[in-house]
């Protein structure tokens, strides 16, 4: 999978020296426009660390205190303090 990442990072990046339209660029390598524009939107997360982001939503508590941990199916990790089961149940319910 790194191998065609790679590759398909190379593409975007002579695409972008090219001066060619996204059509023109994707007629000349045999690539459909669709997979392309995926491609140069994964190009641009990488380059401006989209894989990496965390926004943090403040402190859950402090040391001593029992955290909780909602994980959803997506890898998005929650932490909220356990004594706010009400926010809990309310993450829990966006899953």
């Known amino acids: 999978m790194k191998e065609r990442r790679d590759y398909m990072f190379t593409l975007v990046r002579q695409w972008r020296e090219s001066g060619l339209t996204r059509k023109e660029f994707c007629l000349q390598h045999g690539i459909t ?41 997506n890898g998005v990790r929650l932490e909220v303090p356990s004594a706010d089961l009400g926010l809990l149940s309310r993450l829990i319910a966006l899953a």
Not at 33 to 62: A, C, H, Q
Request: glycine share 14%; no cysteine; net charge negative.
């Open 33 to 73: 426009l669709g997979k392309f524009s995926y491609w140069i939107n994964r190009w641009k997360e990488d380059e401006s660390g989209g894989d990496n982001v965390f926004i943090p939503m403040g402190s859950p508590g402090t040391a001593g205190h029992p955290v909780l941990s909602v994980v959803y199916p």
